[in-house]
């Protein structure tokens, strides 16, 4: 039973342009929710996070937007940049310290 | 800023072999976690210890052990490794619960021929 759902593996964006990736989850119970860059070769670096009573959460060129109704989240890119081509993971958990992550979506920003 | 290190970046290990991935972290964070990455179905949860000598099965413990015996260090033993846990292994540190952000190290890719 998969509770997160990345559901697009991958996403090609031109530099400049926004990029959006979409996270989908099932379990009502979560209540924050965070978003992880991924290199190869390295492990996972934190990015932006957001709890269940916000809507949205700003940190410089990302936004994370909460749908709590919807039971979706997005991390908007804006503007993007080659550098940004990552794995992007979306992750949630609820008390202490369990997270689920989903399978993630990998972004290429092509010059 | 927080440091994970992992021991080894690559380790090669025969069937049935004991096998041990050391992690250590620099920070004085209280929880530490052992995560698994495969092709397909993303990071998942091994174990996890949130104090010294204190442990919790994440969603797939199965054929794994943990030992956390100093703060700082948080050991995944594979008591019989076999070849359906090759695999990318991450460690991972956070300072407490809830919203503080995972640090993980750069991984231990693990292949068991």
């Known amino acids: 039973d998969q509770q997160v759902k990345q559901n697009s593996p991958s996403l090609s964006v031109q530099e400049g342009r926004i990029s959006i990736l979409n996270c989908d989850y099932t379990?009502?119970?979560?209540?924050?929710f965070l978003w992880y860059k991924k290199y190869p070769a390295e492990g996972p670096t934190f990015l932006i996070s957001i709890s269940s009573i916000k809507d949205k959460n700003e940190d410089g060129r990302f936004t994370v937007f909460l749908n709590k109704s919807a039971k979706h989240l997005s991390l908007h890119i804006v503007p993007s940049q080659p550098g940004d081509s990552a794995v992007y993971f979306c992750a949630a958990g609820f008390g202490n310290y369990k997270l689920t992550f989903g399978k993630g979506t990998l972004l290429t920003v092509n010059p | 800023d927080v440091k994970v290190t992992q021991s080894s970046r690559y380790l090669v290990k025969r069937t049935g072999e004991k096998v041990f991935l050391e992690c250590v972290q620099d920070m004085d964070h209280e929880n530490m976690f052992w995560y698994r990455q495969d092709p397909g179905l993303g990071l998942r949860l091994i174990y996890f210890?949130?104090?010294?000598?204190?442990?919790e099965k994440g969603d797939i413990p199965e054929g794994y052990s943990v030992s956390r015996e100093k703060k700082e260090r948080f050991s995944l033993i594979l008591e019989s490794a076999s070849t359906n846990q090759t695999s990318m292994y991450l460690c991972?540190?956070?300072?407490?619960?809830?919203?503080?952000?995972?640090?993980f190290g750069n991984g231990t890719r693990l292949t068991v021929t």
């Open positions: 210890s949130y104090d010294v000598k204190m442990k």
């Open positions: 379990n009502s119970m979560f209540d924050y």
């Open positions: 991972a540190s956070s300072l407490t619960g809830g919203e503080s952000p995972l640090h």
